[in-house]
């Protein structure tokens, strides 16, 4: 069974320009959730989509957004980039997104801004 | 809102010895909890979790987990460490509103 695929691997883009990271899902996962890591911030979650609606939302600004599509693959955009959104971007699929159960990560996309 | 608290940043460990990587939590209802690993460049790879029942948990790789709901603690355990569990390893904790709120992590160096 392929695991969770996050395309591109890297990415380096300039400040102001705006980019759309991929993610698709384990087969028959209906739930993706994105997260943002930092060496300084950690772990910080995105927000998270199940069965094409968004559920939940973290503390970002308005210049991350995502959807999900009708075969839960699940794309985010971050629109005026800025040098603060380096990150590894992380998406993690699960089969129904309730409270017990796990979520399998993609190796994640690495974004730098220069 | 539910935590995670990770109070080391590192543990070091010779090969052989049982390592062991601390997690307490903080929440309100039924905990869900979990841990993570990660090595360089790679996302996080689930190594087990606790829902309910049983407060010794198993998973992957040999890791287990001992659930204590007196000490709100959740240590991650390996009998025998091996050169090849050095990564770095988190713990997390499922909100009500489904999203994992994670500890700042610790890395584990496993020395030959």
């Known amino acids: 069974k392929a695991g969770v695929t996050q395309t591109p691997r890297y990415l380096i883009k300039t400040r102001g320009q705006q980019v759309t990271l991929s993610c698709s899902p384990i087969s028959g996962h209906r739930s993706v959730s994105w997260y943002q890591q930092t060496p300084g911030q950690g772990l910080q979650f995105l927000f998270e989509y199940f069965s094409e609606t968004q559920r939940n939302k973290g503390n970002f600004p308005g210049r991350f957004s995502g959807r999900q599509f009708s075969n839960s693959r699940s794309e985010m955009n971050v629109s005026t980039l800025e040098l603060g959104d380096s990150a590894l971007y992380l998406c993690?699929?699960?089969?129904?997104?309730?409270?017990?159960?796990?979520?399998?990560f993609g190796q994640g996309t690495r974004l730098t801004v220069v | 809102a539910q935590s995670v608290a990770q109070p080391e940043d590192q543990v070091n460990v010779a090969e052989g010895n049982p390592l062991t990587v601390k997690c307490t939590y903080s929440?309100?209802?039924?905990?869900?909890l979990f841990w993570y690993v990660q090595y360089p460049n790679r996302g996080l790879q689930f190594l087990l979790k606790?829902?309910?029942?049983?407060?010794l948990v198993k998973g992957s790789y040999g890791f287990e987990a001992e659930f204590n709901k007196s000490q709100t603690s959740f240590h991650l355990k390996k009998p025998s460490a091996l050169v090849s569990d050095s990564a770095l390893y988190f713990c997390a904790v499922r909100d009500n509103d489904y999203k994992l709120s994670f500890g700042a992590g610790t890395t584990v160096t496993v020395r030959a």
């Open positions: 993690a699929s699960s089969l129904e997104g309730g409270l017990d159960t796990e979520a399998f």
């Open positions: 606790y829902i309910t029942g049983d407060n």
């Open positions: 929440v309100s209802g039924n905990p869900y």
